[in-house]
């Protein structure tokens, strides 16, 4: 299936998009850190990009995007946040579901105060912290310090591509971490753990769109259980939901599995 590619002029950067040939409900796929929107191949190339109209920004200093024209502006959840409704805004979406992985999930909750056309979020590996329970919703890791890590070996490179995936690895992902300006690994990890964002764990629970929550439980850098816990003020489903045999990226992982929760989810929203 085909997928078109184009470029925003942004006051944060030039921003590279994907759109797959779907015409129904605008979904925003947001990716993580050191990744970039060709992470969801399979959901642009499977039913729900046939079905509906998925879109991906790669982030300022990922992918195609080029670097932040101020690093200091934009590195950051809120600043992510704040390009990826001026990217909405440019292609005139004023209503959409929106999926976030890992730091894409904590992008999406900044999200929800500045975009209120979002029918409803997703979050993949995404812990809604306060700035005081860093250190419980996130697991002890050998990789995770690389999270905050500017200049990266070709050793860091291949630690951090394959525990972020995992399998089925494939050599694109070394590619893609291994462009990510640095600068925004390490200026967003430092404004997270200052908490110059808005408090997450007040944001879920407070008045929001639906909220779909969905872990690998293999996860190896969330703690699920602590998420299970956050008390959220319109969680879907009433639960959180988790795929067996899966790790940090079940859309990659599992996609079969992820699939059949976000065509679920997006049916309810958008309905």
């Not at 969905?214 to 879907?236: H, K, M, S, T």
Request: net charge negative; charged share 20%; with cysteine.
């Amino acid at each position: 299936m085909s997928v078109r590619t184009s470029v925003l002029e942004t006051s944060h950067a030039k921003i590279a998009v994907r759109e797959s040939g779907g015409t129904g409900t605008p979904i925003l796929f947001v990716h993580g850190n050191s990744s970039s929107g060709a992470v969801f191949r399979n959901q642009f190339q499977g039913e729900i990009g046939a079905t509906y109209r998925m879109i991906s920004f790669d982030l300022p200093g990922h992918g195609v995007s080029s670097d932040a024209v101020d690093p200091e502006r934009s590195y950051s959840m809120e600043g992510y946040a704040d390009c990826m409704v001026e990217a909405l805004g440019l292609l005139g979406i004023e209503r959409a579901v929106v999926f976030g992985w890992s730091l894409g999930g904590h992008i999406g909750l900044e999200m929800i105060k500045r975009y209120p056309g979002m029918l409803g979020l997703m979050i993949t590996g995404t812990p809604p912290v306060a700035p005081d329970e860093v250190s419980r919703g996130f697991r002890p890791s050998p990789h995770m310090g690389l999270a905050g890590k500017q200049d990266f070996t070709e050793e860091d490179v291949g630690h951090y591509a394959h525990s972020t995936c995992g399998e089925p690895f494939e050599p694109f992902l070394l590619d893609t971490v291994r462009r990510t300006d640095g600068r925004a690994r390490r200026l967003m990890f430092e404004k997270f753990a200052a908490g110059t964002g808005d408090n997450q764990r007040d944001i879920v629970a407070g008045p929001t769109p639906p909220i779909a929550v969905v872990n690998g439980i293999d996860e190896p850098f969330v703690e699920v259980d602590f998420v299970a816990n956050v008390r959220f003020g319109n969680l879907w489903e009433g639960k959180t939901h988790t795929i067996a045999n899966s790790g940090h990226a079940p859309f990659w992982d599992k996609p079969a599995e992820f699939d059949e929760y976000l065509l679920r989810f997006i049916r309810d929203v958008a309905a």
